[in-house]
């Protein structure tokens, strides 16, 4: 297929709501571990890996044979029989979530995922309402956008309006002393969306005492920051707390849909009404999961997420202090943020002229720059993601197996790219 038919494809028959990086997008054909291929066989560095889900490499041969293998035995059932992948996988997460964390239901989304948890919240607890971070995101489903915050992604005009939007811990504890339906607070302990935001290092243990005194769970997003990601298994553990629930979904099946909710056996055990999902943890995503996480062990992929992204940081670092355009670094791991703020450095700009300026134009501006900066990189070989309230934030969260010459390849791009602004 070319190129411009792929565009006219996707024209005519999408949903216009489903938009592409690039004024001139690649069509991609092949991957192989940290590296993809378009439709014209030009080579590209990913540093998106696909929003953080080919923690493993694109078509790693590894998970692919097991996943083959799985095809040409059993494909699918549902959960209302036993299949061995499935269960499996189950006692697997069991080892390797942290804390109590022992039980999981399977479903095929992140938002599924998400939406579970809620559900599950909501019958612990007896309780209705959700808190969230205002940067948040979680979903596309009813229940999951409603906890949202990221303005672009709340599409649906009929969300509830009596949920909380928390800005700090500060904001959570007071929402949990003003209104007492509280069944949950959610929120990623690093923010993908919001513009690769970590959340301060003693929000959990602040927040922890108050959610437990008003009968509130903990929900743990783990969908973007999940599986080896940040340096370690899941982002929550680098602040030495465990929600009452986790989900996860992308890394979890490198790319095979597969997604999960999670909580200890004994908030599992009030989960007792049927629930099923019909594809669900099937044999084939299940091995697919299982695979990913023996080559994570293998490999130890967390181990090396952390040394790379110590080295990619020190990179992006070293920048950002050349860079005046450069606002902010910041994440954990590979999974690490670059805020860009044109006006940051412009010389002689007082704080009234400042004031004056249209927040709106600012952020265009920021947002166009990312854009540019996005644009040049690919056109040099390389992918790179963006997010962030402004869509300000270039995203680096590549394959896992990415290496030091990898990281050169990119800090190198992008200082000439800096450079020429
Ligand atoms: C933190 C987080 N939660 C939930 C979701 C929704 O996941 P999905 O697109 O698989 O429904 C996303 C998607 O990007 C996410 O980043």
């Known amino acids: 297929m070319e190129r411009q038919e792929a565009l006219a494809l996707r024209k005519d028959y999408f949903m216009p709501c489903v938009q592409h990086f690039y004024k001139d997008p690649p069509l991609f054909v092949r991957g192989d571990m940290q590296y993809l291929y378009d439709e014209q066989g030009k080579k590209y560095l990913d540093f998106f890996a696909g929003v953080s889900v080919m923690n493993c490499g694109h078509s790693n041969p590894f998970i692919t044979e097991r996943v083959v293998a799985q095809l040409g035995k059993l494909q699918h059932l549902t959960n209302v029989y036993l299949t061995e992948p499935v269960l499996r996988l189950a006692g697997r997460l ?139 298994m899941f982002a929550v553990e680098h602040y030495g707390v465990v929600p009452d629930i986790m989900t996860m979904s992308k890394a979890l099946g490198n790319g095979i849909p597969i997604a999960a909710f999670a909580s200890s056996r004994e908030t599992a055990l009030q989960f007792t009404r049927p629930s099923a999902s019909t594809l669900g943890g099937n044999p084939v995503s299940a091995s697919a999961a299982l695979a990913v996480l023996d080559y994570i062990e293998k490999e130890e992929l967390c181990a090396r997420a952390g040394e790379l992204g110590a080295y990619l940081r020190s990179c992006l670092e070293s920048l950002a202090a050349n860079f005046p355009v450069i606002k902010e670094v910041r994440g954990k791991g590979l999974m690490l943020g670059m805020e860009l703020a044109p006006d940051a450095g412009s010389a002689g700009s007082t704080a009234a002229e400042t004031a004056a300026g249209s927040t709106a134009t600012r952020s265009a501006e920021a947002a166009a720059l990312t854009d540019h900066i996005l644009e040049e990189l690919k056109e040099r070989g390389i992918i790179l993601g963006k997010n962030g ?28 790219i800096l450079r020429r602004l």
């Open 94 to 232: 069991a080892q390797v979530m942290p804390g109590e964390l022992s039980n999981s239901f399977f479903c095929n989304s992140g938002s599924e995922a998400n939406e579970g948890a809620l559900l599950l919240a909501r019958i612990v607890t007896g309780k209705r309402k959700f808190i969230a971070l205002k940067t948040g995101l979680h979903g596309r489903t009813y229940l999951t956008m409603a906890v949202t915050g990221i303005p672009m992604w709340r599409a649906d005009p009929f969300l509830p309006d009596d949920f909380y939007f928390a800005n700090n811990a500060e904001d959570v504890i007071a929402f949990l002393e003003k209104d007492r339906d509280i069944a949950a607070f959610i929120c990623e302990p690093l923010q993908g969306n919001g513009g690769i935001r970590p959340v301060p290092p003693d929000f959990f243990r602040t927040i922890a005492g108050p959610l437990k005194a008003h009968g509130a769970l903990l929900i743990a997003d783990e969908v973007q920051s999940g599986f080896a990601r940040t340096g370690k």
């Open 389 to 416: 309230l402004d869509r300000n934030v270039l995203a680096f969260q590549p394959p896992l197996v990415i290496n030091r010459g990898d990281i050169d390849f990119l800090a190198g791009n992008l200082e000439t």
